[in-house]
Antibody, heavy 119, light 106 residues
Framework: EVQLVESGGGLVQPGGSLRLSCAAS????????MDWVRQAPGKGLEWVGR??????????EYAASVKGRFTISRDDSKNSLYLQMNSLKTEDTAVYYC??????????WGQGTMVTVSS | SYELTQPSSVSVSPGQTARITCSGD??????ARWFQQKPGQAPVLVIY???ERPSGIPERFSGSSSGTTVTLTISGAQVEDEADYYC?????????FGGGTKLTVL
């Protein structure tokens, strides 16, 4: 079964850090780009960032709202994606989804992990 | 920055055709995708490359493109199609989602 499972969410104080993980199974993880997408409570989807595959030099991109604070990495040997979040703000509170895709119909999402930034 | 604009809500009766539009300058040059999201669930891809339908998505879902606007059409909408729908595209090194459209079928 093709699957993405996120973990690592929780409650953190403003200014704190958190590391999210995403475990992939059922597909060739190393072939695909991987994104993090978030959704604040009651709001729409917001793209957070991307790491491309080895063929594309593992390049990364970030939304302006998180650039310089968040870092995306991947470990193809472990079929895993990570999101290191530093200097967290209350507006970073959201469900964080990992997503894997390609240029065509392959586009899968995990069930999400909740991150709450509050004092 | 790039923006994709969708209506906030669309409402149809069961069996009617629902059309959801998405507008943005980037759509004249880049493909769009459409995602369906039901409450408490992760998004699901329903259209890619403007008009292609992934396997497993009902034939009543179709997509089209004209200039800077793409349209998701649900022909003969069913109650189970009630959900939030998001368009999505890419420009340069950024990915962007539309604000989402709540489709009500009742």
């Amino acid at each position: 079964e093709v699957q993405l499972v996120e973990s690592g969410g929780g409650l953190v104080q403003p200014g704190g850090s958190l590391r999210l993980s995403c475990a992939a199974s059922g597909f060739t993880f190393s072939d695909h780009y991987m994104d993090w997408v978030r959704q604040a409570p009651g709001k729409g989807l917001e793209w957070v960032g991307r790491t491309r595959n080895k063929a594309n030099s593992y390049t990364t991109e970030y939304a302006a709202s998180v650039k310089g604070r968040f870092t995306i990495s991947r470990d193809d040997s472990k079929n895993s994606l990570y999101l290191q979040m530093n200097s967290l703000k209350t507006e970073d509170t959201a469900v964080y989804y990992c997503r894997g895709g390609d240029a065509d119909a392959f586009d899968i999402w995990g069930q999400g992990t909740m991150v709450t930034v509050s004092s | 920055s790039y923006e994709l604009t969708q209506p906030s809500s669309v409402s149809v009766s069961p069996g009617q055709t629902a059309r959801i539009t998405c507008s943005g300058d980037v759509l004249a040059k880049k493909y769009a995708r459409w995602f369906q999201q039901k409450p408490g669930q992760a998004p699901v891809l329903v259209i890619y490359k403007d008009s292609e339908r992934p396997s497993g998505i009902p034939e009543r879902f179709s997509g089209s493109s004209s200039g800077t606007t793409v349209t998701l059409t649900i022909s003969g909408a069913q109650v189970e199609d009630e959900a939030d729908y998001y368009c999505y595209s890419a420009a340069d090194n950024n990915q962007v989602f539309g604000g989402g459209t709540k489709l009500t079928v009742l």
